[in-house]
């Protein structure tokens, strides 16, 4: 095998991954800077990272497959939308009010137990606005998981309409 033909294209490998790595670095710095929607770029990290601590990827789907969680199964873009367009214009604003709370804390950079403590705190204060903001994330966090098909299907076994339909069946005529 000839030695210099390899390591060229090894180098060329080598290269070609580190301009993939590079692209998708400033695919993510244009995503921020051009992001346009009802919630910022950090509040959309930021819902996301609620949903991962509400329910964090573990729950294995079905024989083979890999373990499921809220970020897997999409809950987190549903909570973006759901939130945008069916929340009444004060909710939206207690949403947006603690998001920028959450956001002042790192909520979205600290790790598991911190934020699931802080959860915790907001499940049992006594403001209402936090408790409210609790409420909407946790329960519409759960709905948007349970109603996803990987989970109401492959992981529970939902079935549509249960049992078989049979087309053409011979009856067996009366005696008279």
Known sequence: ??????LKLLGA???GIAGLVLADWKWQ???RLTHVGFFTYDQEQLLASLADTIIPAGVSGTAG???IGALSTGTDQFLIKF???????EEQEILI????ALEKRGFAALPKLEREAILGEYSK???ENQK???ELIRSNTIFGFTTVREVMVDHLGYQVAPGFYSGCVEVPAEKA
Do not use: V, W
Not at 83 to 89: A, G, S, T
């Open 132 to 134: 409210k903001f609790y």
């Open 125 to 127: 204060t006594e403001n």
């Open 29 to 31: 710095i244009l995503d």
């Open 97 to 100: 009010q603690e998001l920028k």
């Open 13 to 15: 490998a080598g290269a």
């Open 65 to 67: 497959t890999a373990p």
């Open 1 to 6: 095998m000839q030695r210099r033909t390899s």
């Open 83 to 89: 939130f945008e367009k069916c929340l009444e214009k």
